[in-house]
């Protein structure tokens, strides 16, 4: 069953942020993800969520999903980001 990581990023520090989005792509592909969303343009709909850069991956499985998160690319990559964005982040099953 297909997973999905969304995230909510609040970019603090944007030169800094443009190694994550470097280290990033690579350690998502490595893993069997891809972009779905990307940063584009969002529309409340409903609720107080005032979300910030949202970014939507999907991935083969929840395991994968978890693999690419704590893999040794993508924790390289969030050492890169590290002070350069607040992420609130979540991985959940689809149908």
Known sequence: MVAYI?????????A???EYKKLAPEAIAK????????GGQTA?????WRPNRIVI?????????????TSVEYTAARRARAGAAKMEIIAVEGV
């Open 31 to 38: 893993h069997g993800g891809k972009y779905l969303a990307r």
């Open 16 to 18: 800094k942020y443009e």
């Open 57 to 69: 991956l999907e991935f083969p499985t929840l395991e994968a999903a978890r693999r690419f998160y």
């Open 44 to 48: 409340m709909l409903e609720g107080d």
């Open 6 to 14: 969304v995230v909510d990023c609040e970019v603090l520090d944007p």
